[in-house]
Nanobody
Framework: QVQLVDSGGGLVQAGGSLRLSCAAS????????MGWFRQPPGKEREFVAA????????LYADSVKGRFTISRDNAKNTVYLQMNSLKPEDTAVYYC?????????????????WGQGTQVTVSS
């Protein structure tokens, strides 16, 4: 079994920054990519960013491009999401996810394992 533990959420004022972390542990398996998704109140889960485990190529949603940065530390089995210039519309529960197979990075159902979520609230 694989466990993902995401953390780092909190309450921040607009324009502020937060860094989310996602630590992976458990059974060793092929890791194709790691992603971050978010689910705003009353809305569906949406893609935020993804990073290829080998090579480190990244992909971002247009809404966060230039403000958020995804990175990974292979030795620590940890993925990070640095969020700068936060806006009230970034308020959501943020989830990290692990994808073990080749496929589309944008789609939640393409991911095999999920963290428990961490709340990010941005006040205006």
């Amino acid at each position: 079994q694989v466990q993902l533990v995401d953390s780092g959420g909190g309450l921040v004022q607009a324009g502020g920054s937060l860094r989310l972390s996602c630590a992976a542990s458990g059974r060793t398996l092929t890791r194709y990519a790691m992603g971050w998704f978010r689910q705003p109140p009353g809305k569906e889960r949406e893609f935020v960013a993804a990073i290829m485990w080998n090579g480190g190529s990244t992909l971002y949603a247009d809404s966060v491009k230039g403000r958020f940065t995804i990175s990974r530390d292979n030795a620590k089995n940890t993925v990070y999401l640095q969020m700068n210039s936060l806006k009230p519309e970034d308020t959501a529960v943020y989830y990290c996810a692990l994808k073990t197979r080749v496929g589309v990075l944008l789609l939640p159902y393409e991911y095999d394992y999920w963290g428990q979520g961490t709340q990010v609230t941005v006040s205006s």
